[in-house]
């Protein structure tokens, strides 16, 4: 088949003879050019093969052959044409009527005039269509009876037979739809009439849209039918061509199959590696690799080393064979103690360091190291200078562990409150030397929680894990991965996200090779530093709120008042920290309302043995400047 124009291939061509297989000889497109046409690139160069394998009308653009002007019909267009065909021309209008009549021509008869004819009604300008009914006398002149115009707009002309043409006439067909016009061959590129349009002579040009498939192309490719390319038909001389399409690893698990499936990379998405494992070198364009399947479970665990200075950070799969054993957690704060706490599971911590309480809110206690406490609730209390803090309702527990002491400390328990800015340190008192695989841990205890892996994953040789101090885990990750192997070593797996790492992949031939038994996937995966923290801002891996800064201390700002006054600068006041803005007042209250009535009792806590006194609400200035006087000369003299 000789090379046609795009537009005229598709025009011609038989939608029941698809798919087609066309190879692009020339065009206006320079080879390896690629172009953005609706949003679709379309990289045409000469010599490519085109597989069209669908071709839908888009538009219909409708020309005036006689100026040039265009005009759009969309494809359910209904109004009817006729064509008009074999033109004759002749000198008068006599000498048309006269071969009409002699030649037993049916009428009526369309003709138009080259030039404008002015008559008593109007003007008739050139290749404007008129249409001979019959001859009668008008004003005692022979007359051709002709009308001017289509449809409901129609003119009674009386045209003498002397008119001088020249005139030419047409023959036209049966009225037909738009889309029986376009599907006529006969018809193409005819001049046509419709009554709907307001042009009497018009052409058609349709616009289509190929689909098609082409080589390493992932989608189906669309391609305008006005591209000015030349193509030839070659279907029958290319039975034997498979055209190659490349599928992402996230295409390949939306479908669910068939596995195992035999891939080449193509290409490797670009970035840093997000994976430390020795099988992430090996994911090169040309590598072979074996789909095995969806991997099982499909939830993950964040993971950080603990007790060195730089941690690293794993993920560690749902099927992971080790065990573990907890370890006490450490709160810095009495906001992490908040975030630990569930209602229902007891919670019980010890102070590491000695924290003051407030002076002017004597409701807040001190803690000095050793306080065991256990956490009740959380709820607010009304401060003395005005507004709500939220705090943590707390019992204070004795120094009596035995069990035949249960009774007296039950009665030594007393209820304290901790606001949430108070900057406390605490570690969690546990008695648990049970040892747990990951799925009850997740499912008994809250995360973050810290362990120990006391004995190894039997199926990972060379567990990481096993060699920390201990663990942080941290998060939860429910994500599908995709268990797969290098074409050369079938015996060693490893898991990967396609969410993360999209691999571009081509389906090659071979059957697949899988060891015998269960696959020996790897179940802790080590990550870079930018993917993990990357992980730790998903949604899921949900990181709270900063704790509230603690409200502004009435003390500390009379001492500036009355050292402003006295205009001179102390080096107490050398060394008075900053003092944050006040707290915003929460929305609701959650403290029952017993407690705010007796909030007293909070002030008349005792204080325990070893527990610096806290300063009195009354004590002066003055007293505070000797203080830190006498610190500054014990200082110099040590010096």
């Known amino acids: 088949m000789e090379a046609v124009p795009l537009q005229d291939f598709v025009r011609a061509l038989d939608p029941a003879s698809l798919p087609r297989v066309l190879r692009v000889c020339s065009g206006v497109y320079f080879e390896g050019s690629i172009y953005e046409i609706s949003g679709n690139e379309c990289c045409l160069s000469t010599g490519d093969l085109i597989k069209v394998t669908q071709v839908h009308l888009q538009k219909v653009v409708c020309e005036n052959p006689g100026t040039g002007q265009t005009m759009e019909l969309a494809p359910n267009f209904q109004g009817y044409f006729t064509a008009l065909s074999s033109p ?17 021509k049916q009428l009526p008869i369309y003709f138009t005039s080259t030039h404008r004819i002015i008559t008593e009604a ?25 009308v001017l115009g289509l449809g409901n707009q129609q003119v009674i002309l009386h045209l003498p037979l002397s008119q001088k043409g020249p005139f030419w006439t047409w023959e036209p067909s049966a009225p037909q739809t738009l889309l029986q016009v376009l599907q006529d061959p006969a018809l193409e590129d005819l001049v046509l009439t419709c009554p709907t349009l307001p042009w009497n002579f018009l052409v058609l040009r349709p616009q289509y849209e190929i689909q098609a498939i082409m080589h390493m192309r992932r989608t189906v490719v669309r391609i305008p039918s006005t591209l000015e390319v030349d193509v030839e038909d070659v279907t029958a ?31 490797v998405p670009e970035g840093p590696r997000i994976f430390l494992g020795p099988w992430a070198g090996s994911l090169h364009k040309g590598q072979r690799l074996c789909i095995h399947g969806l991997a099982s479970p499909p939830w993950r665990l964040l993971a950080s080393s603990k007790g060195r200075k730089v941690p690293r950070h794993f993920m560690v799969s749902g099927a992971y064979g080790g065990r ?29 360091k000695d924290c003051e309480g407030e002076t002017e809110n004597s409701e807040f206690t001190s803690l000095s190291v050793g306080d065991r406490l256990e956490v009740l609730e959380s709820g607010q209390t009304y401060r003395a200078q005005g507004g709500d803090t939220d705090v943590l309702v707390c019992q204070r527990l004795s120094d009596q562990t035995g069990e035949e002491d249960c009774e007296e ?74 268990v797969v192997s290098l074409d050369s070593e079938p015996g060693t797996c490893f898991e990967i996200p396609p969410r993360w790492l999209d691999l571009t992949i081509v389906e090659v031939e071979g059957q697949p090779g899988r060891p015998a038994g269960p696959l020996p996937v790897a179940t802790v995966e080590e990550l870079t530093d930018a993917f993990y923290y990357r992980l730790r801002k998903l949604p899921a891996c949900g990181i709270q709120p900063p704790p509230p800064r603690p409200p502004k201390s009435q003390g500390l700002s009379r001492q500036r008042k009355q050292s402003g006054q006295d205009g001179g600068v102390k080096s107490s006041q050398v060394l008075e920290r900053q003092e944050p803005p006040l707290l915003p007042k929460p929305k609701a209250k959650t403290l029952p309302e017993s407690t705010k009535d007796n909030l007293n009792m909070y002030s008349k806590i005792p204080v325990n043995k070893g527990l610096r006194p806290t300063k009195s609400k009354t004590q002066d200035a003055d007293d505070d400047e000797h203080d830190y006087e006498e610190i500054l000369e014990h200082f110099q003299k040590t010096l």
Request: net charge negative; glycine share 4%; charged share 25%.
């Open 88 to 104: 004759q021309s002749y000198g008068t209008l006599e000498e048309l009527v006269s071969a009409a009549t002699g030649s037993s």
């Open 122 to 146: 109007r003007v008739v300008t050139e290749d404007q269509l008129l249409i001979f009914e019959a001859v009668e006398m008008h004003l005692k002149t022979r007359c051709a009876r002709c």
């Open 237 to 267: 001389s290319s039975q034997h061509i498979h055209f190659i399409k490349p599928l992402l690893l996230s295409e390949v698990l939306a479908r669910g199959g068939p596995f195992p499936l035999s891939v080449e990379i193509l290409e």
């Open 324 to 352: 573990l054993r907890r370890r006490p957690r450490e709160f810095p704060t009495v906001y992490d103690l908040l975030g630990a706490f569930q209602p229902g599971r007891p919670l019980r911590v010890v102070a590491t």
């Open 409 to 482: 400390e039950a009665k030594c328990q007393e209820q304290i409150l901790l606001p949430l800015y108070f900057p406390g340190s605490f570690v969690e008192e546990m008695n648990d030397s049970r040892r747990y695989s990951l799925a009850d841990l997740t499912a008994q205890f809250s995360l973050p929680c810290e362990v120990k892996v006391v004995a190894k994953d039997t199926s990972h040789p060379t567990d990481p894990l096993a060699s920390f101090l201990g663990l942080q885990l941290e998060e939860k990750i429910t994500e599908p991965f995709l």
